[in-house]
């Protein structure tokens, strides 16, 4: 592992344990939004489909950093379903920076670390940042735009 990448891991956990500080003192809105957040990650990972794409509002946009345009909820369920269904999720963690709540909208800002395998079982790490903007529509908050992705060398 390069000493750059263990110094990039050794950062996010840094501010990971700041975000557990941040946490306890959350208002109930913002650890809502964090626990949809965590919720709709799990539906990803489990390949739970019908359900993770539930997390996602019909008029999402999002960008990728290495996209060179924004996708909308249907390029996600072509594009998006395909590399969620293809390789398994054997470690993972999401660390929050900061959940700012305006009514029923949300900005989120996090770091993830995960190691997934594909279908030759070849291992794969990468860490990278969020930013997500949800939208809460009769009670159950959903992912409207997100930006980030893998970090950029």
Not at 99 to 118: G, N
């Amino acid at each position: 592992m390069k000493a750059l990448d263990i110094l990039g891991i050794s950062v996010v956990f840094l501010i990971g344990m700041l975000g557990d500080v941040q946490a306890a003192e959350w208002s109930d809105e913002q650890a809502e939004v964090w626990a949809a957040i965590e919720n709709c990650d799990e539906h990803f990972r489990e390949k739970r489909i019908k359900e993770a794409m539930d997390c996602i509002h019909d008029d999402f946009s999002g960008w990728l950093y290495n996209e060179p345009v924004p996708r909308g909820k249907d390029s996600f369920e072509k594009v998006g379903v395909y590399f969620v269904t293809t390789r398994d999720v054997v470690a993972g963690e999401l660390r929050h920076i900061d959940i700012l709540v305006y009514d029923d909208v949300a900005i989120i800002h996090y770091f993830y670390i995960e190691v997934s395998t594909d279908k030759d079982g070849k291992e794969d790490a990468s860490q990278g940042r969020w930013t997500d903007i949800m939208i809460r529509e009769r009670g159950k908050w959903r992912w409207i735009a997100d930006h980030g992705g893998q970090r950029p060398d």
